[in-house]
């Protein structure tokens, strides 16, 4: 099983080639592994039960790599800074990865409001008309996950990410969506009403149609995302970023913007006949 253990790890860095770091990495992620793997044998488990609960454990490789250096250390003391934030992630990494406990599941119209579910990995998972109402979804992860007509009302949803997955006609009304990612989504029918949008970024994502109005909007992100008929009306928008947007056929009536803002959204030949622009 331990062969597994690293042939797993070679599979999961393969698309990252060759990096300077990738040997120091290696071994402390299948000391790491091969630790936790004779820790479950030796409470009972089979080898392969300790083998899927081990992988289980396993975090996202792509967060583990954002921490790791990919330019060589030049001189003795950054290899020892690289080593320490190498053995920092990878504890990170596996003794508190996501929660798989929801990974792949169905879970259509679960009631599971005013639930702890912080770190939960709900990817792949079936969870249309599901309640989240009032839960701690902290970030939690749903990675092409199928969401159409569930609800997070006051659900606390921080550093949550949302990837590929149908969001259509969910319910985020007084959610806190601080630092939440949505990439590749589908929001049609979305209700955001009253929610806390501070710091959340919405890549190449359907976002037509959608109503922002009376929403105060600080550092927000909507990048490379279909904002057709999507309305910004009375919303306040504090640095807030249009990259590769489509705006032309958003309306942003009643809006109060700051200058660089106002800027990029004139640049980007957005109507703006109607807005405030806030004076610093």
Do not use: W
């Amino acid at each position: 099983m331990k062969d597994k253990l690293k042939q797993f790890l070679d599979d999961s860095f393969k698309p990252y080639g060759n990096f300077p770091a990738r040997k120091d990495v290696m071994q402390e992620l299948l000391a790491n592994l091969e630790e936790k793997y004779d820790d479950l044998t030796a409470s009972g488990k089979s080898d392969k039960e300790a083998y899927d609960q081990t992988i289980e454990s396993f975090g996202d490789v792509t967060e583990i790599m954002e921490q790791v250096a990919h330019d060589e250390p030049k001189q003795e003391n950054d290899k020892y800074d690289l080593r320490k934030t190498i053995v920092d992630s990878i504890k990170g990494a596996i003794s508190s990865g996501p929660d798989p406990r929801f990974r792949a599941t169905s879970l259509i119209e679960a009631d599971l409001a005013n639930t702890k579910l912080s770190g939960s990995d709900f990817s792949m998972s079936a969870l249309m008309g599901a309640n989240f109402d009032g839960s701690d979804l902290t970030k939690s992860k749903f990675k092409a996950s199928a969401l159409k007509g569930a609800s997070f009302k006051a659900a606390d949803l921080t550093k949550s990410v949302f990837d590929s997955s149908d969001i259509q006609d969910v319910v985020f009304k007084d959610a806190n969506l601080t630092a939440a990612k949505f990439n590749r989504c589908a929001l049609r029918g979305v209700n955001f009403q009253d929610a806390t949008l501070d710091n959340t970024q919405f890549n190449q994502s359907d976002l037509g149609e959608v109503s922002f109005d009376g929403l105060t909007l600080s550092d927000t992100a909507f990048d490379g995302s279909s904002l057709k008929k999507t309305t910004f009306k009375n919303t306040i928008l504090l640095n807030v970023s249009f990259h590769h947007s489509e705006v032309k056929h958003a309306t942003f009536d009643g809006a109060t913007m700051d200058k660089i803002t106002h800027a990029l959204l004139k640049g980007a030949k957005a109507q703006l006949d109607n807005v405030i622009i806030k004076q610093d």
